[in-house]
Structures are given as C-alpha cells and as structure tokens.
C-alpha cells in the first residue's frame, strides 16, 4: 500500500479502488497499524463518505456548515465501528470559477473536526482536498498546503477497501413525500388558480383577505394538532396563504413561540403533500418550531427541503446561518416575535387562534 508520506500514491489509491467516483464528498478513513514493513505501517480498510453539501445543490458555505453536523457525527461513527489508530479525511469538492479549493471553509471542517477527534483522543493523521479523481489532478494538504498532482497506475490493495457507505442522510419518515396525496393537491391547486383566473377574467374576483387567510392557516394548524383529517382542497388552500407576506410573518411567530409545537403537524402534513417546489415554506416554519425546541435532526432536514426547493429564500439562508453559528433560540424568538404585532394590526390573537 502506498505511504501516506506519498500522498499523491496513497490519495490516487484510495479514490481508484472506490466503487463509483467521489463527488462533492468527505472521505472518513479508519487508519490501523501495520507489521508489514517500512512505508507500510499502517492500512487503511473501510471507507465511509458522507455528502458535502446536506441540500445536493452548491448553495455556498451557509449549507456546507448544515452538513458538517452530519459528517461529525459520521467521523465518530467510523471510530467506534473500527477502533482505528488515527483517521484521515479526504474532502472531494466541485471546481467552480472564481471559488478556487482550498476553501475556507474545507479548513473550517477539518478544524472542527480535528478538535472534536481531539476531544476522544483520537488523532487526525492527515486531510486533503482535491476537486477531481482522475490522474493528473491536483491534491492539497489541509494541514501543511503542501500539493502535488494525483499519479497514473497507483498500487493499491482493492481487498482493503471493504466498505463505502454512501452519504447516510436520509429525510425522516415524517417528511417524505406522499405521492398519491401530492397529486391531489397539486390537482386542487390547479383548480383554485383556475377559478382565480377564470374570476379574474369576468372582473368578480374576491381574494380572501390576509386576515381571513391567516384564520384560514390557524384552523388548519388547530385542526392537524387534534389529529383531524385535512383535504387537499385545504392543503391548497393554506399554500396559497402562506404566500401572503403578513400571513407568514405571523406565522413565522407563532412557530417560534412556546406554542410552535402545536404548529408542527400541519407543516409536516404541507411538506408530504405538496409538489417540489411548493414545500420551501412549510420547511422553513418546521425548522423555526424545530429549532425551538432543539430537535436538531428535523431542523436539519427541514432545511435541506426548504432550500432544495429554494435555494434564494431569505429566511432560510438567515436560519442557516443561525444553526452554524449556534445561535441561541431565544435570539431568533426575539427575531421573530414581531409577527404577533402583525397579527394583531390584522385583528388577530394568534395565541388565541389556537384555542
């Protein structure tokens, strides 16, 4: 086995013997110890890869600090299983113009990922960074800078390979779609736009008010907490509500309350049963109510949805940056909580919704 004091050898073995190609991925490898002789005191027998980007989609380093959760969680994983001796990291990004690798952000990874492995005795050998597995490609050190180009023909034992896990984030049970429920609605939108339109058209058009919306939304929300049934005509129908910027600004409020939990039900329902990409503001008010009471993992995955569906979102990019610089709750509920004086300049007490 190439020596990791070869480090274009040893990096072009390991990315070779990998069963597809590494992409916008962060290699885990367990290190063990060898007797095998001078340049091959250690091996390498399992490789876990876990994904970059937590979206799959380059949305910059707010969601590359969303993904570091999971990989933190995977380096330690990784030491558990495999007991190893010290652990490397290879980190595979994609080129693009005017964001050249190294980034900062590869560097910010490693050091949180150094001083976490510190924090159980355990050492991190050595990490890379390169944008490409081909030969020829360029490698870099994260710890010295040093560099060097990825070479052809690399020998490496394919038996000490026995393992590549996938990037493991799979999206809670709760969250995933409901295909014959997504159609319905989307049919049922369909139709409240052609009615809208059709109104439009003739010059009788009545849209609801934003108060009669945000009632609309509080029903609902009342509704899916007491484990009541909502169609797909209402599912529609709260979608188009929460388009309305009063609407969601109050109800960015209450979801950021002691009573956000209550709001939970119906902003999982919405994330099940409308179409990509529909979901992004029933995410965002799960990942607020989520955040709140520091359910970690639906926060996460709430976001993923939200900016997989749009990525421009304000709110969500602020939420963001908020989980990556662990911003306390009560900032953001401080933040927030002047959607109740918007609901009230509607006529409405939001608390008072509930009940």
């Known amino acids: 086995m190439p020596s990791i004091e070869d480090p274009g050898a040893f990096l072009a073995g390991v990315l070779s013997q990998l069963p597809r190609p ?87 990874l490693i050091a949180k990922l150094r001083e976490q492995l510190a924090g159980q005795d355990i050492e991190l050998l050595e990490a890379w960074t390169l944008t490409g597995t081909v030969p020829g490609q360029r490698w870099t050190s994260l710890f010295e800078n040093d560099t060097g180009l990825l070479p052809t023909g690399a020998n490496f034992d394919p038996t000490s390979i026995e393992e590549f896990s996938p990037a493991s984030e799979p999206i809670p049970a709760v969250l995933v779609t409901d295909p014959a429920l997504a159609v319905a609605v989307k049919g049922a939108l369909k139709s409240l736009n052609q009615a809208r339109n059709a109104a439009d058209a003739a010059g009788r058009a009545e849209h609801p008010s934003p108060p009669e919306m945000l ?52 902003w999982t329902l919405l994330i099940r049963a409308l179409p990509s990409p529909r979901r992004a503001q029933a995410a965002l008010q799960l990942a607020v109510s989520a955040y709140i009471s520091e359910d970690l993992d639906m926060v996460l995955a709430a976001l993923r949805i939200a900016l997989t569906d749009d990525p421009t979102e304000p709110t969500g990019r602020q939420l963001a940056d908020d989980i990556a610089l662990a911003v306390p709750a009560t900032v953001i509920v401080e933040r927030l909580r002047g959607g109740y004086l918007t609901a009230a300049e509607l006529g409405i007490d939001l ?5």
């Open 22 to 108: 590494a992409h916008r991925i962060v290699l885990i490898l367990p290190v063990q110890t060898s007797d095998a002789g001078p340049g091959e005191d250690f091996y390498v027998d399992a490789v876990r890869g876990v994904a970059l980007y937590s979206t799959g989609a380059d949305l910059g380093l707010v969601d590359e600090n969303i993904a570091t959760t999971p990989i933190l969680a995977h380096t330690l994983d990784v030491y558990s299983l495999h007991n190893p001796a010290a652990v490397a990291v290879i980190i595979v990004d994609d080129p693009r113009p005017h964001r050249p690798v190294p980034r900062r952000t590869h560097y910010e």
């Open 215 to 266: 009632r609309l939304v509080l029903n609902q929300i009342r509704a899916a907490d007491n484990g009541i049934d909502i169609g797909a005509l209402d599912i529609a129908r709260v979608e188009i509500a929460m388009h309305d910027e009063t609407v969601c600004r109050s109800l960015y409020a209450l979801s950021s309350s002691p009573r956000g939990t209550a709001t939970q039900a119906l």
């Open 351 to 355: 608390d008072l919704g509930l009940d």
